[in-house]
């Protein structure tokens, strides 16, 4: 035999031996290489190629890489197959520099060479390599080809140019196939392009051209965004085009109902399925999960053993996310029981829903610490649960050192765990730590990111540095509505309601819309500042935008208009909540005590409970606080009494401070001290201050100085000890002693709370306060004062009976007051508000006005609603409760 045929002979033999351990995925095949080398043979180019599909199949990509760098001749094949295989294992980089050598070495692409390196250019999001690629297409004639013009119009749609990568499917669309109308959809799918997506599905079945499997998929995703009606559409439209309903486009939905909560859809769908497959069951546990139904999770689950079907990490993580969500702890370690048996313990994915769980199902984070520790790798998400799990706990000082090694470890924390720390600032109030934080997001360039930017707009709010919250929020590269509505909450919480109000044309700047969870902080805004025309224009807003039904959004109107003094409106929008909670029923019984409707604020109480509404502590404070303005002495005890004895609520030192002025009220004194030594609380300053006033009211000079004692040891810079216990002096004939404790106290640089007060006029919120005597007899006779005496002198012009107090003469509530009489239509009614309870003599001449004038007045003050009209009040002259001055 020649050598010439032995040669031939061998080549033939090592081919059918490697097509045989391709088969069957043997790695002896790679043994062949060395007598490859021995024999010569690597210059026959098929024995080559097939050897190089056998490495990257069964060997890797290295040792493939190997002999395809010892070729001496390389095919379009080689460089295909091995771009295709980097491409593949998601090495785009070095794809696209093989791709360069294949060039420099003249050998020209084919089709799928370019599909390939298209496919790495989408992944890097490389658009200048993308459009030179895009160049070579043309010089080689490849551009109409169907595969081809898929991948140019993917990568440009992922390097976000999607003008762009419709133009080129516009160019080429006549000819398109199934692919690439898909791909197309996909891309506009991609963009969240919904409504395109459907309408280019409506040309593709316009052009003729059939869908598939992967049309369906990418269609549901879009329906997912535009409602349950549009999904129905598209899996009708699977059945009309005799698509067969494959594991991917079954589990996609099942995952389209889920999203829905329509899981008896998914069942269906789980159902028709002839094969079993963990991942469809998977889906459908994790649709249960995701909509609460724990009872059906664990029940599919169950079932899904019992098939014979082995769940997998990603089972396990989705049943372990339902006991965090519902708080079922005895669950979750059987679940965690279940991950041991199947050797699951150290997935890391499992491991990190583990930690997840133990921290929000368990009130200690004592086994949430101990499953971290046994992980074997713990990721950015593992820490990043960790240090979120710290924050909830309140162990917010110890996030920084879970940062600090996280970093030392090389673990790059990601804009979660970030976001993380700065909640741990928030809490904190620490403006130290968030300046040091933000410093840190600058040196890494991600504090423009948008969850980063919202949580650093959070901590900046929340330490009352508003103008760096906003020059944060205007560095943002993009703001959400999050970003508004934290500003919102936060303004509103330091009382700078004017601006809380002005975030909503901030908003509008940027095209964003006030949503359900922005409004209610806007509405708040309106209620505090007791600005009526601005709330009724929100409330307009919710209802065009069809947000009224939102609870939380119907809560805050009730509270706006309650505090406004309308109670009409504020019934209609409670009569129109579907299903009223707690917090809606506290807004209708506070709205009526607060307007001095006391017995019916009690009726709904009763109404609440007998439909079977559960009250809270809150329920409480407002029905003790109606007790004490309504006089109802032994009802609000019993209402104090039931707390624990039937609803099993602990009182808090608030509740305590209600019962307490409920006795003193009632100048039963030596019960409510008696509460002071039986309450299992420390008393705080309130207290003591609630029962000075009572001793003020009832004229207990020796009680009251004990209270005013007590009270100091515990606020020694609380002004208003001092300025009752003067009071109580001067009242009880002993004015040395009232001129003494006022000295006293100006010594000590304490002085009066400023009475400050405001009222809204055509939108616009204007403020007074009581400035001091020296300044009102400078401005005397000008402004707002000549209008106040010259109310005063018309009130004795018309025969009624005013004896002012010249102390308080110009206070704010007076101001505000006859502003808006002033500069209002006679058919308007004035809404004022002032921040403390409005005196005797304010009160008086407020009710006046409204008889002179014949126009209603509400003002709210530091603890009720007053509502005048016809020179008379809603309060019936009652004196307000002592507790919230």
Known sequence: MTSKVLSNHLQQSCIRILSFCESTTSRIGSHIHCPVIKLSLLDNLNLCNNLLSLYLKTDGILNARKLFDEMPQRTVFAWTVMISSYTKSQELASALSLFEEMLASGTVPNEFTFSSVLRSCAGLRDLNYGAKVHGSVIK??????????????????????????????SSC????????????????????????????????????????????????????????EFGKVIHSSVIVHGVLLNVVLKTSLVEFYSRFAEMDDSVRVLNSIGEQDVFLWTSVVSGFARNLRAKEAVGTFLQMRGSGLQPDNFTYTAMLSLCSSVQSLDLGKQIHSLTIKVGLEDNTDVGNALLDMYMKCSASEVEALRVFRAMISPNVVSWTTLLLGLVDHGFEQDCFGVLMEMVRLGIEPNVVTLSGVLRACTKLKSVRRVLEIHGYLQRRHVDGEIIVGNSLVDAYASSDKVADAWNVAKSMDKRDTITYTSLVTRFNEL???????????HMHGDGIRPDQFSLPGFISASANLGALETGKHLHCYSVKSGYSSSVWVSNSLIDMYAKCGSLEDAKRVFQEIATPDVVSWNGLVSGLASNGCISPALSAFEEMRMKGTEPDSVTFLILLSACSNGRLTEMGLEYFQSMEKIHNIKPQVEHYVHLVDILGRAGRLEEATGVLETMPLRPNALIFKTLLRACRYHGNLSFGEDMANKGLAVAPSDPAFYILLADLYEESGKPELAQKTRSLMSQKGLSKKLGKSSVEVQGKVHRFSSEDVSTVEKTKGKGIYAEIEWIKSEIERSGFTYRGNESASYHSAKQAAVFGLVYTSAQTPVHVVKNKILCKDCHDFVSLITRLADKNITLRDGNQVHVFKNGKCSCKGEEASFVLS
Do not use: Q
């Open 495 to 505: 009382a700078k309601h004017e601006m809380a109000l002005s975030v909503i044309n």
């Open 173 to 228: 669309k006549n000819g398109a196939d199934t692919i690439s109308w898909t791909m197309m959809i996909s891309s506009l799918v991609e963009a969240r392009k919904w409504k395109e997506a459907l309408e280019c599905y409506s040309e593709m079945i316009e052009a003729g051209v059939p869908p598939n499997e992967f049309t369906f998929v990418k269609l549901l995703g879009a329906s997912s965004f535009l409602g349950l």
């Open 140 to 169: 080689t004639g490849f551009l109409g080809n169907s595969v081809i013009g898929s991948g140019l119009t993917d990568m440009y749609s992922k390097c976000g140019k999607l003008e762009e990568a419709r133009e080129l499917f």
